[in-house]
């Protein structure tokens, strides 16, 4: 259960100001890389926050909602040009220090999904692995991520209706594959990914 506990430590520690930063689009073959920073208001926690992996896309949805309203946020993207120019891990430490940088005020604290730092945070920082489902930080930086990164894979398929993406996100499914089959490669793909080399 996720209940504020990293938080207060590091409030007790001296911290005020503290974001959970989380990325999604890793493994996809199209789209960007999504990451949030996000300060949570702890009086105003919404119910069942939680690893958005372990949740329905209609909870992630209504979560996301109050936490736009009720928490400083910020999403930043590291584009398909970036992935393919610096790689997909470099690309998503991009995309992390941009979503730090936009926060409102600067944070006094980060704590990051994963096992490595970024390089370019502007604050002391610490990784946590699956922090998804330790943090509530982190797991309301992993909602808003994902929300926002289906949303505008939807988006796209609206333009781009072949490959399934408002259904897939842009992970290789059968439907994605399918549809490379029959319409190519879009701008939209990871060129640098191996599994779209192959349509090129």
């Not at 992390?96 to 006094?108: F, I, W, Y």
């Not at 992993?142 to 988006?155: E, F, N, Q, Y």
């Amino acid at each position: 259960m996720l209940d504020g506990a990293t938080e207060h430590a590091l409030r007790q520690s001296g911290y005020a100001r503290i974001c959970g930063v989380d990325e999604v689009g890793r493994g996809p073959w199209a789209g960007p890389v999504v990451a949030a920073a996000v300060v949570l208001d702890m009086s105003r926690l919404p119910d069942g926050l939680n690893d958005s992996k372990k949740l329905t896309a209609a909870r992630r949805e209504r979560l996301y909602d109050i936490l736009m309203q009720t928490a400083d946020i910020s999403i930043a993207e590291a584009s398909v040009a970036e992935i393919d120019r610096l790689n997909i891990l470099r690309a998503t430490f991009l995309a992390m220090e941009r979503a730090v940088a936009g926060l409102p005020a600067k944070p006094d604290y980060a704590l990051i999904d994963g096992n490595r730092i970024p390089a370019g945070l502007p604050c002391p920082a610490q990784s946590v692995i699956k922090g998804d489902g330790k943090v509530l930080s982190i797991a309301a930086a992993s909602v808003v991520a994902k929300v926002h990164r289906d949303r505008l894979m939807a988006r796209l398929a609206e333009e781009y209706p072949h490959y399934g993406w408002h259904t897939n996100a842009g992970y290789g499914t059968a439907a994605h594959q399918q549809g490379l089959d029959v319409a190519g490669v879009t701008p939209h793909h990871r060129r640098s990914f191996r599994p779209v080399q192959e349509y090129l």
